[in-house]
């Protein structure tokens, strides 16, 4: 635990105009971000009496070791500086919404020639209209079916299309009159573009002039007597209808609007936000999250607007939002709002009428959603809370290891030979932490050094990443270099990446993870309390045996062993046998599974590239951009292989030299020509000699020259 007095700024240091503060713990990892009116007067606030200070606030400046801060000219500024660090950063003492899920929106793909419906998840495309978000998926592809019937949009995807148009022949939305069927010509890319702009219309809420025109064909129908017409278009105006009574209408004024509500306790807190838009209810999401610091509910309210908005721009930032109560002050944040939707944006709180009272709603809904979370949430925190003192009596450490790092070795019969990194803190899975190895340091199938080489390359990079950081002075230990343990050998799951971590600008050529002193994200930075490997004693050997040598004594090691789930300690001859009940032993399992999947993952992923690999690949300097031009112009490998140098040249972007080393390539790897029996004519199997041939047991391929078969013959 830190003193703040040892690291606290001289007096005169701090300046007393707007910013944004940073603090960070030892190692400069950023544990909370803030913005400040007045730096000097917020910073002092920290400072005083620990006795004074709100328990959560106190274990935040506790576990500090420096403070620093950066100096703008306006409080807006400061607000977008803040958001940004804290989606940079992810501080662990900031108030952070998080979705249980990501919500799906209505998507309309406005940018494609041809607009697709579709259900999207995820960040939000430039050209894409997005109605939403909704609660459930099924609800968007009701509502999608029921519109389809006026508004006979494309909801294919890109390959059915495509093989819709090569056919001819429309899938069975086309036959069926749900698709306007643009893949085989039945209307034109400009006609098609326009249902979907009604389509989006209609979504928008600008629902009357569609009935009406529908109603005045149905009319009109009836009157020239052609009754199935009539009766179509009734249907329609049905189906139009009962999409229309999926949202209510909740404000008669037809407003968009977001509305906000909070609910919260000592320790947490509940938000709720309805997305009204044409006067009904488009969309309900929450959150619900741990408050790390004293906090006021207007606090909560305007972080819970830069989550809403930090990411949004134009009409997905409402002309109203109404909350439960005002920032303070609440003029940046308006403004700042303001700025993301180009025009003027209303933030206040609903005194009467219907918005009050579906304020209330909102509010018994983020009441009801804080209740639930509670009842869930308690049995798990006292769970993982046991499970891992459990751990802590069982392996008999100094405290309770509040970060766990498993490790997992994963090949076939010897090939693809991989292993796994998987984390858990404070008895969570962090995705973000995980990492993957290729063991390149010997040949074959031996789990035991290959979990050495492992436990080697991660800790040989923690503690480089602590002498780098000053933590550590003594000399790194021989051999960093040349074992195969550089930075390129190790990697992450693309899909448990951490998105803070992916632009490849950020990086280092020589050292691809490793950050500056910034407090990003550094892979193999932060040391776990324990580690635990898949396996029984001799495993549990190796790792113990690579941390001795590293000189590290202080993480502790265990093994988990699959066919009794016994527990291996590297000094004990025996396991430690864990009751079957035991919260402790639940969570070891649910760790060492979880390094298995994600080896598994990781080898089956290696393999499946390795059986796909084609003799294109081994052309050195031929890009996948290049190979897939010389598939597309030539149909196949074999028509490839049998081209000319010079017709190989005509796919752009290949040269000469290249053609000839794509030639050489394939012929290379060229299959063997069937041997043939040249008195016979039958194809002789491999081994099998040829005793009519001039040369006894010389096979003649197919195809040899004219001149060397009549000798043979």
């Known amino acids: 635990m830190a ?29 909370y971000v803030g913005k400040a009116k007045s730096l000097r007067q ?12 709100h328990p959560r606030t ?47 929106y209505l998507a309309v793909t406005m940018n494609e020639e041809f607009p697709r419906v579709q259900v999207m998840r995820g960040h939000k495309k430039k050209g894409v209209r997005y109605f939403g978000p909704y609660a459930h998926a099924w609800a968007i592809r009701d509502t999608v079916d029921l519109l389809l019937r006026v508004f006979p949009v494309r909801t294919c995807s890109a390959g059915v299309f495509k093989n819709a148009a090569r056919t001819g022949r429309p899938c069975l939305l086309g036959y069926i009159g749900k698709c306007a069927a643009p893949c085989v010509g039945r209307v034109s890319a400009e ?35 052609e009754y199935e017409r009539a009766a179509r278009l009734r249907d329609d105006i049905g189906a139009l209808k009962k999409a229309m009574e999926k949202n209510a209408v909740v404000l008669a004024d037809a407003t968009d609007a977001d509305l906000i ?19 009904r209810v488009r969309g309900q999401r929450g959150w619900v999250t ?51 939707r180009g025009s003027g944006v209303s933030l206040r709180i609903p005194q ?30 006292t769970t993982r809370s046991r499970a891992l003192e459990e751990i802590a009596d069982a392996l008999d450490l100094d405290s309770a290891p509040l970060r766990i790092e498993c490790y997992d070795i994963s090949h076939l019969q010897g090939d693809d030979v991989v292993a796994s990194m998987v984390v858990f803190e404070d008895g969570l899975a962090r995705k973000s932490e995980y990492r993957r190895f290729q063991i390149k340091g010997f040949e074959g199938q031996d789990d035991v050094r290959s979990m050495h080489e492992v436990i080697t390359r991660r800790f040989r990079r923690y503690l480089a990443e602590k002498e780098r950081t000053g933590e550590w002075t003594d000399e790194e230990p021989d051999g960093e270099t040349g074992d195969g343990s550089g930075p390129d050998l190790e990697d992450r799951d693309p899909k448990d990446r951490d998105p803070k971590d992916r632009d490849p600008k950020d990086r280092d050529p020589k050292d691809r993870g490793l950050k500056d002193e910034d407090g990003r994200p550094r892979r193999f930075a932060y040391p776990p309390q324990l580690v635990v490997v898949d396996g029984g004693k001799p495993q549990v050997a190796a790792a113990r045996r690579a941390l001795d040598e590293l000189g590290i004594d202080d993480i502790a090691v265990c093994g988990l062993a699959k066919r009794l789930e016994e527990v291996w300690l590297p000094q004990d001859d025996d396991p430690v046998v864990l009751p079957r009940s035991s919260e402790g032993l639940y969570l070891l399992q649910r760790v060492r599974d979880e390094a298995h999947r994600f080896a598994i993952t990781y080898q089956r992923s290696k393999r499946a590239k390795r059986f796909r690999a084609g003799p294109l690949d081994d052309v050195p300097g031929l890009g996948e951009t290049r190979k897939q031009a010389l598939i597309k112009h030539f149909g196949s490998v074999k028509k490839l292989r049998a081209a000319t140098i010079d017709q190989i040249r005509e796919v752009p972007g290949i040269g000469r030299k290249t053609a000839e080393t794509i030639a050489v390539a394939l012929a290379r790897a ?44």
């Open 261 to 279: 509500a909070v609910a919260e306790d000592e320790l947490e807190a509940a938000v709720q936000i309805f997305h009204v838009r044409g006067g």
């Open 290 to 340: 741990d408050k790390v610091e004293e906090i006021t509910t207007g606090a909560l309210v305007e972080h819970a607007l830069q989550q809403l908005y930090g990411e949004e721009t134009g009409d997905a930032v409402p002309k109203e939002v109404l909350v439960p109560a005002l920032p303070d002050p609440v003029e940046p944040v308006q403004e700042w709002l303001t700025g993301r």
């Open 191 to 225: 006609d098609h573009r326009e249902l979907a702009d009604e389509f989006c219309d209609f979504m928008t809420g600008r629902t009357g002039t569609y009935l009406r025109r529908l109603e005045k064909q149905m009319t009109e129908a009836a009157e020239e007597m």
């Open 3 to 31: 003193d703040p007095s040892s690291y606290r700024p001289k007096p005169g240091q701090i300046p007393d105009s707007p910013g944004v503060y940073r603090f960070r713990d030892e190692h400069r990892r950023v544990i």
């Open 58 to 104: 106190r274990s935040m400046v506790t576990t500090a070791a420096s403070v620093e801060w950066t100096v703008v000219s306006t409080e807006v500024e400061a607000l977008q500086l803040e958001y940004s660090w804290i989606k940079e950063y992810d501080p662990r003492f900031n108030v952070k919404y998080r979705d249980d899920k990501s919500y799906p």
């Open 42 to 53: 917020r910073l002092a606030n920290y400072f005083q009496d620990l006795a004074g200070l």
């Open 352 to 381: 009467r009428g219907d918005k009050r009272a579906l304020m209330e709603t909102v509010e018994r809904n983020a009441q009801q959603a804080l209740v639930l979370h509670k009842t869930k949430r308690a049995s798990d925190l």
């Open 670 to 713: 060229a299959p063997p020509a069937p041997a043939v029996n040249t008195a016979t004519g039958e194809i002789i199997e491999e081994g099998e000699p040829d005793t009519t041939a001039g040369s006894p047991g010389e096979p003649v391929p197919a195809g040899a020259p004219e001149e060397r078969r009549g000798q043979e013959t």
